[in-house]
């Protein structure tokens, strides 16, 4: 009988987690998709958002799982394939960086009810996201530059790069914003999620 109710348990567990991993995931990828403004080579959206709620209530490994797959997703779909793999790495980190600093704090803060973990991980997952996307542009700009890659491409590639630091900084700026809105309201109903199931 005990080991039923242990088998029912952990199925259960493992339920909860992929069904909510499924939401983050189209979460993501409708803020990354649906909500954008051009940018450069790129767009800005409001799914780092979700990118960062993903991590913060679903752990490093299925948050960052979630938050890598629907913004790769979104890239894949809008025909930015180029920043497919990129984005994947990219995303995955970013959630799973706010995951571990968010459970660190709220430890050291002894309170889960605060909005502070959320804003000081989410300022370190973006600024990560921001130099992710600089060192990939760089790279990406050097190997398709018309005299192959070499020190005067690369040289290019880390200005050209640049150029896409100030919109990456918006978007990372929205994305805290919206994770701090949006924790305070998520926490209970996700809560009341993982009694009921």
Not at 89 to 110: D, Y
Not at 115 to 140: D, K, L, R, T
Not at 184 to 192: E, K, V
Request: net charge positive.
């Amino acid at each position: 009988m005990q080991s039923n109710t242990t088998t029912k348990t952990v199925s259960s567990t493992k339920l909860k987690v992929l069904v909510l991993a499924a939401l983050f995931a189209a979460l993501t990828f409708v803020g990354t998709f649906y909500i954008k403004m051009p940018a450069g080579k790129g767009y800005i959206h409001p799914g780092d958002g979700f990118v960062l709620l993903s991590g913060i209530f679903l752990g490093p490994l299925w948050g960052g799982l979630a938050a890598g797959f629907g913004s790769m997703l979104s890239d894949l779909v809008g025909g930015y394939i180029i920043y497919v793999p990129a984005t994947f790495v990219i995303k995955a980190l970013v959630a799973a960086i706010a995951a571990g600093l968010t459970s660190l704090i709220e430890k050291l803060m002894k309170s889960k009810k605060n909005v502070v973990p959320v804003i000081v991980s989410g300022v370190a997952g973006e600024a990560f996201m921001i130099i992710g996307y600089f060192i990939f542009e760089a790279f990406e700009n050097a190997l398709a530059a018309s005299g192959g890659f070499n020190s005067k491409t690369l040289a290019a590639g880390i200005a050209a790069s640049a150029t896409g630091i100030p919109a990456n900084i918006v978007q990372g700026v929205a994305g805290v914003a919206i994770a701090a809105v949006l924790y305070p309201i998520l926490r209970p109903i996700l809560n009341r999620f993982n009694q009921n199931l």
